[in-house]
């Protein structure tokens, strides 16, 4: 992130609606059948940096890891003429099957039960693997996974990287066959995971 920052780079941290960093009410703002506000918060927040002329789309991108890797996913696939590389890591992609991959099913009081139909009716609008179409035109994406992460299960990535391929949309895809949820299990993997991210990032956006 220094290195990013020492060559003129800008770097910029979202806090959303359905997190933490602002206590309870904070997060309980966007759970479940408001979650939808996470991604409007983080759609407003790429369009407050192009409206005040610190980036523009060209050199706009997005990471998130994990449930971020659900965040930035989702939110490329609503509003994709806002960025230019997205880098995925370790993410959700499938939100119709989580609950039934290690550790999903703790995440339904956050999310929602994609088995009740009343549920998955908003679940699906944020899902990303049900939000990518063959139609439409998207960035590159970096989507990457640990093959034996223990909390999300890697079959996310894989199956929303084929898709993705097979609609004929561009993406890298990465999977670290060592480590757990995770960059890696030692220091040399989780500077290859950084350096493959920030490569990725410098190519696309500089």
Known sequence: ??????????????????????GPKWHQAAIKENRHKVYEDFIAVAEDLIARRITSPEHLGIMGGSQGGLLVAATFLMRPELFNAVVSQVPLMDMQRFNKLLAGASWMGEYGNPDLPEEWAYIQTWSPYHLARADATYPEVFIWTTTRDDRVHPGHARKMAAKLIDQGHPVLYWENVEGGHGSGSTNEQKATASALEWAYLWRRLK
């Open 1 to 22: 992130g220094s290195a990013w920052l020492a060559r003129g780079g800008v770097w910029v941290l979202a806090n959303l609606r359905g997190g933490g960093e602002f």
